[in-house]
């Protein structure tokens, strides 16, 4: 980095730590909270047979996971170009 | 056809492919070896980490833990997944702009010290070979019981194979044969799950069909199996827990301590550009998730579908004669997995809880303790025997659980051997040394660590299934923290980052060696390995996420109380930031 661009490359590694902080909040909701420490909170929601917490245990926090590493990819592609870190 | 001619037929045809494969990748050059070239497309590169990834653990034996621990051991499934989003955020896309070959590189380079890289190196190592013995030893299992050879016989099949792809392609090779490994593997694990999905819920989908009724007694077939099992003494299956800190910690350490994993990161070398770091991440795990999605319903199913075959009649009624038992459960007992006593001497099989609280209700139905054993290892294996199925997808999942063992031994080979060719001679004995010479010990790096892995495999050491643990402990509480603080922080520091690794290290190891004992000699254990006597009932198992804590904070610590980091490592900090100029993985 030239320091002509150092402004631009302050910013764009802000951008990048609020989509981490973010896409994080998300990843331990869903999995430390609705699956394991908000269980019982969720169990009046009846799924199959079981509870919510128990179908985030086994099935949605993986989906969720997948989600978060997509979003992710695709924003930061997207923020790469916008501040011309990307490369050619 | 017998049974033996077709599983012949899938195994040897699936190893005929593998070394086809290898001959057309051969490596002709380092960066073939270690990066396989830098060129690899991030869906290739997904399903190569995918394999690389699911191992004899995931194939074999996960569906058999959850089904026996049900809600409990959904630990697994998040924290083997989880990981992922660690990786595609935190370390692969900036490891991948460093664009050198292997983890104690960007360590020994990131820390400005030699030390440092050396510290890496152990662990990778010690990580590295604990987990390896256990790929060895479960494609031994495999052999012995579906090509009914001897396991040591079918051990050195393996080996042979791993080594014609493995030192011939390196990791070229490694990468295009994990991709036809996980088509095996995942082909092999679906198709009996879609069937008994089907038989028991109409529902072709797995997932799904966990959540689904069970068509025979119209209750939703989570309840049926609780019913069923509780009937008989065991925890309800979806029962709720008490020790959340404990589920928490655990979790966390094997989330960790998969993105910390050397064989996964080395993987985001082989992509082109940082972008596709990126992509390849959510990829792999789409793949990983296709297994990950299926597990937890193989889990539930093949446990109510066991009960069921026990019990035809309800688990009111008696259960089966021992004469009358299926052709599998036979077949199981010659291995040893299944064992029967006949302990009230009534010739049935009494399968039930032998728990206290059972203790009236079996006396009154004139049982005198439970009857047969099932090693949780054989569920997936017998799933299809169980379900009835056409003998071809038996020999599909030999082939399958042999993919698994043998895709993620030879990434966990590589890694070795790059941090043995790379790291070790080139980066510290023998800097002077040509290509050509790094790439013949890198390939003879290899033959030795795939004969010490065969040995382990043969003898494995009683320790074996712990060590495992160990392994993900080492990667969480040593290696994630170093990497994440060399890329995130400018002010750690060499003394910050060596402190950290190894008071990570001690803590993680020591509250291990306590409870299993020191290096896992038995008889040397201080306190009996129990929930009573565990640290605020946190399980040594779960000690990782802990250890890396430890690390962070002894490496903050230290690095403010000492100089700041040198300006040229300050730019280093920098350049990995920002994806611009990576270029291809290269030496210098």
Redesign the interface.
């Known amino acids: 980095m030239s320091a002509g661009h150092s402004y631009d490359a302050e910013a764009y590694w802000k951008a990048n730590l609020r989509l981490i902080f973010g896409s994080l909040i998300v990843w331990a909701l869903v999995s430390y909270g609705f699956a394991i420490l908000l269980r019982p909170m969720l169990a009046g929601i009846p799924i199959g047979g079981t509870d919510l917490g128990f179908w985030f245990a086994q099935q949605g926090s993986i989906l969720t996971f997948i989600a978060l590493i997509f979003h992710y990819a695709w924003r930061m592609n997207k923020i790469d170009e916008k501040f011309g870190v990307h490369e050619e | 056809m017998s049974q033996f001619a077709i599983n012949i037929i899938f195994v040897g045809g699936s190893f005929l492919l593998y070394i086809a494969i290898a001959i057309w990748a051969k490596a002709g050059s380092t960066s073939d070896f270690y990066v396989a070239g830098g060129g690899v497309h991030p869906i290739t590169n997904g399903a190569a980490i995918g394999a690389d990834w699911m191992s004899a653990a995931s194939f074999i034996s996960m569906a058999g833990l959850?089904a026996a621990g049900g809600?409990a051991n959904?630990t697994f499934?998040?924290g083997w997944?989880?990981g992922?989003?660690l990786l595609?955020?935190?370390l692969a896309?900036y490891l991948r702009k460093f664009g050198k070959f292997t983890v104690p590189e960007f360590i020994g380079d990131r820390f400005y010290s030699k030390n440092a890289r050396l510290v890496a190196v152990i662990c990778l190592i010690v990580a590295s070979v604990t987990y390896v013995i256990g790929q060895m030893a479960g494609a031994g299992v495999a052999f012995s019981r579906f090509l009914e050879v001897d396991s040591t016989v079918g051990l050195m099949i393996a080996a042979v194979v791993v080594f014609i792809y493995a030192v011939m392609g390196g990791m070229k090779g490694i990468t295009y044969t994990q991709v036809a490994q996980y088509c095996v593997l995942i082909i092999a694990y679906t198709i009996p799950a879609v069937f008994i999905s089907l038989q028991l819920t109409g529902n072709p989908i797995p997932?799904l069909g966990?959540?689904?009724t069970h068509v025979d007694s119209g209750?939703?077939?989570?309840?049926?199996l609780?019913q069923v099992i509780t009937d008989l003494g065991f925890n309800e299956y979806?029962a709720?827990i008490d020790n959340?800190l404990n589920?928490?910690l655990f979790?966390?350490s094997l989330m960790i301590g998969t993105a910390g994993l050397p064989h996964v990161i080395i993987r985001f070398f082989t992509v082109p550009?940082?972008?596709d770091a990126?992509?390849s991440?959510?990829w792999a795990?789409?793949f990983i998730?296709l297994l990950?999605?299926t597990a937890?319903a193989v889990a539930s199913m093949a446990r109510l579908n066991l009960m069921t075959t026990i019990y035809p009649d309800g688990t009111s009624a008696e259960p089966i004669q021992y004469d009358e038992r299926p052709n599998w459960i036979k077949e199981w007992e010659v291995t040893g997995l299944i064992q029967f006593t006949d302990k009230n001497e009534d010739g049935r099989i009494q399968l039930y809880n032998d728990s206290e609280a059972f203790a009236p209700t079996a006396e009154a139905r004139g049982w005198n303790g439970n009857e047969l054993v099932v090693n949780r290892d054989i569920l997936v294996l017998a799933n299809p025997e169980i379900a009835n199925l056409p003998g071809w997808v038996i020999g599909l999942i030999a082939a399958g659980g042999l993919a698994a063992a043998l895709s993620t031994a030879a990434g966990l080979l590589l890694a070795i051997s790059s941090a043995v060719s790379h790291d070790l001679i080139k980066g510290s004995i023998n800097p002077a040394i040509s290509e050509k010479g790094e790439l013949l010990a890198a390939r003879i790096s290899m033959a030795v660590a795939i004969v010490v892995a065969t040995y382990l495999g043969a003898n494995p050491p009683g320790f074996a299934a712990q060590v495992v643990a160990l392994a993900f402990g080492i990667a969480a509480a040593s290696l994630f923290p170093a990497l994440m603080m060399g890329i995130f922080s400018k002010r750690v520091n060499n003394t910050g980052a060596i402190a950290g690794m190894l008071s990570g290290l001690t803590f993680t190891l020591v509250y291990i060696f306590v409870y299993k004992g020191w290096l896992f000699i038995p008889g040397t254990a201080n306190l009996p390995d129990t929930p009573e006597n565990w640290v605020l009932g946190i399980s040594p198992l779960s000690i990782g996420a802990v250890g890396a804590i430890v690390n962070f904070a002894v490496a903050f610590i230290v690095s403010n109380a000492t100089e700041e980091p040198p300006v040229e490592i300050q730019e280093l900090v920098?350049?990995v930031?920002?994806?611009?100029?990576?270029g291809q993985a290269q030496d210098h």
């Open positions: 959850i809600y959904s499934l998040m997944t989880g992922y989003v595609a955020m935190l896309p997932g966990l959540f689904s209750m939703p077939i989570l309840s049926k609780n979806t709720d959340k589920m928490v979790t966390l550009k940082v972008a990126r992509w991440a959510g795990l789409v998730a990950y999605l937890p920098e350049s930031r920002y994806p611009r100029g990576a």
